[in-house]
């Protein structure tokens, strides 16, 4: 893998985290009369930033608690805390997770 090349001038630099948005778009009934939740999160980098290269997610009711790779729409038990964040191409992550109240 080829090292990169050196950042160099004012344009290079991208210190600001992105922007975190999550929103229990959709609340039902599942089977066995589980109460979840549907959620989508969307991000973006500052104008002029690296971009935003991934969003992760977790729930810490979740049994295996760990971030995941937020890929689509996320369809939970609606109990708990889901937090999500964002990292952009220069690695720099939303500072807070962002929590979401799945409880209804
Ligand atoms: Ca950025």
Do not use: C, H, K
């Amino acid at each position: 893998m080829a090292a990169r090349p050196a950042e160099t001038g004012a344009a290079a630099a991208d210190d600001t985290p992105p922007t975190t948005t999550a929103a229990a778009a959709e609340r039902y009934v599942g089977p066995g009369g589980v109460n979840r939740a549907r959620i989508t999160v969307t991000a973006a980098d500052e104008a002029g930033g690296s971009g935003v290269d991934r969003i992760e997610w977790l729930q810490p009711s979740d049994a295996d608690v760990r971030f995941r790779p937020y890929t689509g729409a996320l369809d939970l038990p609606a109990t708990g805390t889901l937090y999500v964040r964002t990292v952009d191409r220069e690695g720099n992550a939303d500072p807070a997770y962002y929590g979401v109240d799945l409880g209804s």
